[in-house]
């Protein structure tokens, strides 16, 4: 009997075992055939996440980020213990005991699945396990994934010490609302640091991975709340919080910035502009699109947000007064359906999704509006973020061509803003024309300012950088440039009169912008004055390809077509290089490489660019004179000799004194500059100068047109340039212009070249800057070896006998003729 048990109870065991052995090799087996082509887990110790690339203006100020997953990088030293604890105690509470993956948690998730016959499945998995889902695996819920996870998870947790996947998991995971990782979901939710957090706060994070959308909190806030609740109890029942905190946190409202409760972190970001998208521009054709967006970088623009202000202050200035002196009104061209107006939350919700400019301040922000109604002598309108209704009266379309009826519709969507006097609104419009402006450090090429048009948000095509536009006369200078390299002084003469070109197209007669011609002239009265005949005849004296290789080195075009009219700057390219080549001209001729940013660290704090490549030699010693500058050596390339940068900057601080940009630029330190205006003033120009600040504008119409009869660049961009450097000047100063060693003055008459004697003083004086070693021959003239016609006069009038200056004794004397040159603008393809 007693053989008879033990018979039977042994083949029991033998069965038992046999099957656990059984078990075990099909376990095994599973895991073995899943196991051998999983994705390799230890690449994860190597994982950079995808991180915000964030902008910093000078002062330190964050003005844009970029990025496909809004996420900050966190070290998981840095993540405060609350927060950790709390996402701990909502997904995974012996996370810091199991393996990787918690047999007991997939064992009572499988009896609840059958208990329910599939209705509840819910899930078990560890944070490990969720790290390689997220990584290395899809989500569906297949029994195939979760055994590859709980596979790779098992190897992580040899690979990775628990921190570390910690830190994988509270930075990768996603929180809702574009938020990747604990530090954004603070930020986004709370508008808070990590550190600044509640445990009522962390709980609510914590209670997000589940289903985002499915615990909103202005949605689903009841639901939130009471998984926060439970995460909160979570937190007491494993000792993490005691029972004090528990009953206040968890007696917490629950408050986020999507309720209104707190202030959204993107109030403190100013909108995007067009400083900040060329910066992200540039930077994703140098690093690669997906790298810049994902790789965390840390950018420090070189942009001075106060000049950035007045940058867009003084060009929209510029734009809203040439559009109103049009008198067109052509609106935003949107509308709002009828049956949307006679409700007001449904025509303020179509307000809302108006696509129409909201970046836009001057005299005050401009908001959009709807009109309501229209009557004789006034507009009602309905005006976003202001309650009720205002008023549009009659004298505020004074400058518009028609009246309230001709313009406007019940439902059209308008620009508006504070009218100056009074409680009503004044009617707004984003001009048609448009411009550019750019403004840089002579000496360093940092952009301090970048204006690419009206509105940002109406067009996000930078005008400075992108729009390829005629410089006309503004080209001017680099003919100058390569003549007084050649050999040519300030006071070389040139036949200012009548050229006949035969050309393919046919015979070209160019002229000056005054229809006028004035003889035998001074370079620098032909710079001053802009005479385009004189400038073609230069070209011609030092050949055309000598001035295409000026332009190119200057950088202003790539590779230049060697034609004569190129002389008057016919073939296109932008602002943003027109601007940098004349830092050029203002810093003595040396190499200027423009930038928009200073420096760009990665994501662990390593600069891997900086611009300043200088060495400054003694910055770090104390023996340096309290009053002395520290010695910065600079290996940057000469592009034109020193002495010719300072004597054609010379000629253009006459341009601004009592050339073509007298009438609107008049600045409290010496200040060069040139206007352009090409053929029929489709483009106009100016890009002027101090000691250093250099700056320029351009305006015109996306599609090419007239501007109209009048528009010239000394009469529409030199104020801009003015507006914006008086600001400029009161911030950066500026000083005379460096004269360079190896030459000496000699006064001469500005209109005829001719010498006069060191003591001479007068109206018609200038010293001219010669170079030591090379006497100036006066009197030579240069025509360019164009003929002229027996029939055509050298000159076209001339009114005065001579001009009179004021010797050393103090008597007068005459010193040779004057031309009377009559109303001269700015010149330009002409």
């Known amino acids: 009997m007693i053989r008879f048990i033990l018979s039977f109870f042994g083949a029991i065991f033998s069965l038992v075992t046999l099957g656990v052995f059984m078990v075990a090799l099909t376990i095994g087996g599973v895991f073995w055939m899943y196991g051998r082509d999983l994705p390799s887990h230890e690449s994860l110790a190597q994982y950079k996440p995808p991180t915000i690339s964030r902008i910093y203006s000078g002062e330190g100020h964050l003005i844009d980020e970029f990025a496909k997953e809004r996420r900050l990088f966190t070290p998981s030293e840095e993540i405060p213990d609350l927060v950790k604890q709390a996402f701990i105690s909502a997904e995974d509470k012996n996370f810091y005991t199991h393996q990787g993956y918690d047999i007991r948690g997939i064992a009572a998730a499988g009896f609840e699945a059958v208990r329910s016959r599939g209705e509840n499945v819910r899930g078990a998995s560890t944070i490990t396990q969720q790290v390689m889902k997220n990584f290395l695996l899809s989500g569906d819920r297949k029994a195939e994934r979760k055994i590859k996870e709980i596979i790779l998870a098992a190897r992580l947790e040899d690979t990775l010490d628990k921190e570390q996947i ?27 640091t990590l550190q600044e957090l509640a445990p009522h706060e962390a709980a609510f994070l914590a209670s997000l991975p589940k289903a985002p959308s499915d615990y909103h909190p202005v949605r689903r806030k009841d639901r939130l709340q009471a998984r926060r609740d439970f995460v909160l109890k979570e937190m007491y029942e494993n000792g993490y919080i005691d029972q004090a905190t528990y009953e206040i946190e968890v007696a917490q409202p629950l408050r986020s910035v999507q309720n209104g409760d707190f202030e959204s972190f993107r109030t403190a970001l100013p909108p995007r502009d067009y400083f900040t998208d060329e910066i992200r521009r540039q930077l994703s054709e140098d690093f690669g699109e997906g790298e810049f967006f994902t790789g965390g970088f840390t950018v420090r623009a070189s942009i001075d947000e106060q000049m950035q202000l007045e940058a867009a202050q003084a060009l929209r200035t510029a734009l809203q007064k040439y559009d109103r002196g049009r008198g067109i009104w052509h609106g935003t061209g949107q509308t709002i359906p009828a049956e949307a107006l006679g409700d007001e939350a449904a025509w303020r919700e179509a307000l809302r999704k108006a696509e129409v400019s909201r970046d836009v301040e001057l005299g005050g922000k401009w908001y959009p509006a709807v009109v309501l109604n229209v009557a004789d002598q006034s507009l009602t309108v309905g005006v976003e973020n202001n309650e009720g209704t205002g008023t549009v009266p009659r004298s505020d379309i004074k400058w518009m061509k028609g009246n309230f009826r001709d313009n406007f519709a019940v439902g059209d969507v ?39 048009g009206f509105s940002y948000q109406d067009s996000v095509f930078n005008r400075a950088t992108q729009a390829q536009r005629q410089p006309g006369s503004s080209f001017k200078p680099f003919v100058y440039a390569a003549a007084l390299d050649s050999g040519y002084s300030p006071a070389t003469i040139v036949v200012d009169a009548p050229i006949e070109v035969n050309t393919p197209q046919g015979l070209w007669r160019p002229k000056n912008a005054s229809n006028k011609f004035y003889g035998p002239t001074p370079l620098r009265t032909g710079i001053e004055r802009s005479r385009n005949l004189m400038t073609i005849r230069l070209a011609q004296e030092v050949s055309m390809p000598v001035v295409a290789g000026y332009a190119e080195r200057f950088g202003v075009y790539d590779h230049m077509g060697p034609f004569l009219a190129n002389a008057l700057g016919s073939e296109e390219t932008t602002l943003y290089k027109m601007v940098a080549a004349y830092a050029m001209f203002a810093n003595g001729g040396e190499r200027v490489e423009p930038t928009l940013v200073d420096r760009i660290q990665d994501r662990y704090g390593e600069t891997i660019y900086r611009h300043d490549d200088r060495d400054c030699v003694n910055c770090n010693s104390a023996n340096i004179a309290p009053n002395a500058a520290p010695s910065i050596v600079t290996n940057r390339e000469q592009v034109m000799d020193a002495i010719t940068a300072y004597q054609l900057t010379s000629m253009m601080t006459g341009v601004v004194d009592r050339g073509t940009a007298s009438r609107t630029v008049n600045l409290p330190v010496p200040t060069a500059g040139k206007t352009g205006t090409t053929n029929d003033a489709k483009d106009v120009w100016f890009v002027g100068f101090t000691s250093n600040i250099v ?45 360079p060693p190896g030459g000496h003055f000699i006064k001469i008459d500005r209109f005829t070249g001719g010498r006069l004697p060191d003591n001479a003083s007068g109206e018609y004086v200038v010293a001219e800057y010669f170079r030591d070693g090379e006497e100036p021959i006066f009197g030579l003239t240069f025509d360019g070896g164009f003929a002229m016609g027996s029939d055509l006069p050298l000159f076209e009038e001339v009114q005065q006998s001579g001009q009179q200056v004021t010797t050393s004794t103090g008597q007068t004397t005459t010193v040779g003729p004057k031309a009377n040159f009559g109303t001269v603008s700015s010149g330009g393809l002409y």
């Open 166 to 192: 910690l830190e994988l998991y509270m930075n990768e995971i996603f929180l809702g609302q574009n938020s990747y990782g604990v530090t954004a979901a603070a930020q986004t939710y709370f508008n808070k």
């Open 414 to 452: 308008v620009l508006v803003r504070k009218a100056e006097e009074g409680d009503g609104w004044s009617l707004r419009q984003v001009p048609e024309v448009q411009g550019g402006f750019v403004a840089m450090d002579v000496n360093s090429g940092r952009v301090l300012a970048m204006q690419g």
């Open 695 to 739: 700056a320029g504008c351009y305006i015109g119409y996306d599609r090419p047109r007239a501007l109209g009869r009048g528009a010239s660049g000394g009469g529409m961009c030199g104020p801009v340039f003015q507006s914006f450097m008086e600001e400029a000047v009161k911030k950066y100063g500026g000083g005379p212009f460096d004269v």
